[in-house]
């Protein structure tokens, strides 16, 4: 069992950063392949990047390639989304997700574990 809770969100203007944080509760975090999601109102939450648990791979949508960076921190039990030149359409509830051993999933259904999510808005 892992829980997780978001926080880093809020209001940012165009062209900004935000470096959004989820810590982790859990023995075994260090096992975890950890994603991050976002999700607007009345849309399916997609997939925004992903790490493995020892940090060596990551997958990003193309939507924020090149913008967003994911990191992990074992020692610390958090995994971070740096998030660079923010565009309105960025604007979300983003979700920490986990998920016990190996490879990276881009989408929720392989993920058993969910943060409460925070707010990221993004103004034009």
């Known amino acids: 069992q892992v829980q997780l809770v978001e926080s880093g969100g809020g209001l940012v203007q165009a062209g900004g950063s935000l470096r959004l944080s989820c810590a982790a509760s859990g023995r075994t975090f260090s096992s975890y392949t950890m994603g991050w999601f976002r999700q607007t109102p009345g849309k399916e939450r997609e997939f925004a990047a992903a790490?493995?648990?020892?940090?060596?791979?990551?997958s990003y949508a193309d939507s924020v390639k090149g913008r967003f960076t994911i990191s992990i921190d074992n020692a610390k039990s958090t995994v971070y989304l740096q998030m660079n030149s923010l565009k309105p359409e960025d604007t979300a509830v983003y979700y920490c997700?986990?998920?016990?051993?190996?490879?990276?999933?881009?989408?929720?259904?392989?993920?058993?574990?969910w943060g409460q999510g925070t707010q990221v808005t993004v103004s034009s």
């Open positions: 790490i493995s648990s020892s940090g060596a791979d990551t």
């Open positions: 997700a986990a998920r016990p051993y190996g490879t990276i999933f881009t989408t929720t259904r392989p993920y058993p574990y």
